[in-house]
């Protein structure tokens, strides 16, 4: 007995209706009277439809059912469609490529984002506005700086970059950037290893008070044993 495997057979091209569904289609294209053609094509969707029929309720689900008739017949089924036919070039319309920006960042720990924020500045002509975004822009450049390095720069860094991604367009106000508080300047260990410390004083204390309490009432209550 010839044995005969899938791998030996052709290729599907909807898989998902399976082998005899296909086998249905092929036979539609070697009738040849129209009419009953057209009876059979229908019969096929009937089917196929049966095999999914929780999609019934979607939008054009008929629609779809034709449109897989059509490309399961490699399009060369010649029936009647209640629709417009597909062909194979409304199938294989390859998307519109994207265009993707290729412009070089020149600090890339800083980020794009920050260099067009200091590109936007120069066309501000309000000198507390743009004082107040370079305050701003300071704190976060300093910030991602310590995500990136780990280890946080110190002002004059800050400004010559704020310089030099302004093309010296922005006038800075070196001595208030100087004197800028940092919240980010302490490293988070130390600033965990303080709290920790803060907490194991307050801890102590209370106890401290706590053994003070109870030796007092210890006095007062031998005090009034010895009145009697």
Same mark, same amino acid.
């Given at each position: 007995m010839? %044995?005969?495997? $899938?791998?030996? &057979? &052709? %290729?599907?091209?909807l898989p998902e209706y399976g082998r005899h569904i296909q086998e249905m289609i092929d036979s539609? /294209?070697?009738?040849?009277?129209?009419?009953?053609? $057209?009876?059979?094509?229908r019969a096929v969707i009937a089917v196929m439809g049966n095999l999914f029929p929780l999609l019934r309720d979607t939008a054009d689900y008929t629609h779809k059912l034709w449109d897989h008739l059509f490309i399961m017949s490699d399009f060369q089924l010649d029936v009647d469609s209640p629709y417009p036919r597909p062909t194979r070039q409304d199938?294989?319309?390859? *998307? &519109?490529?994207?265009?993707?920006?290729? @412009?070089?960042?020149?600090?890339?720990?800083?980020g794009k984002y920050v260099e067009r924020m200091?590109? /936007?500045? /120069? +066309?501000? #002509? +309000? *000198?507390?506005?743009?004082?107040?975004?370079?305050? $701003?822009?300071?704190?976060y450049m300093r910030a991602k700086s310590y995500e990136y390095n780990q280890e946080h720069p110190n002002n004059e860094v800050i400004i010559k970059d704020i310089k030099r991604m302004s093309g010296g367009a922005i006038e800075i106000d070196e001595v208030a950037l100087n004197n800028l508080? @940092?919240?980010?300047k302490q490293h988070f260990s130390a600033r965990s290893q303080k709290g920790t410390q803060r907490q194991q004083q307050a801890?102590? @204390? #209370?106890? &401290?008070n706590q053994q003070h309490g109870r030796v007092h009432l210890k006095n007062g209550?031998?005090?009034? $044993? @010895?009145?009697?």
């Open positions: 010839k %044995k005969n495997y $899938n791998y030996t &057979r &052709r %290729k599907l091209y539609l /294209s070697q009738i040849g009277d129209r009419r009953e053609r $057209n009876r059979q094509a199938l294989t319309v390859k *998307p &519109r490529q994207m265009a993707y920006t290729q @412009s070089r960042i020149a600090h890339k720990h800083y200091i590109a /936007s500045l /120069s +066309e501000v #002509r +309000e *000198p507390r506005d743009v004082a107040r975004t370079v305050d $701003n822009l300071a704190r508080r @940092s919240d980010y801890h102590a @204390s #209370r106890n &401290r209550g031998a005090h009034r $044993n @010895s009145q009697k």
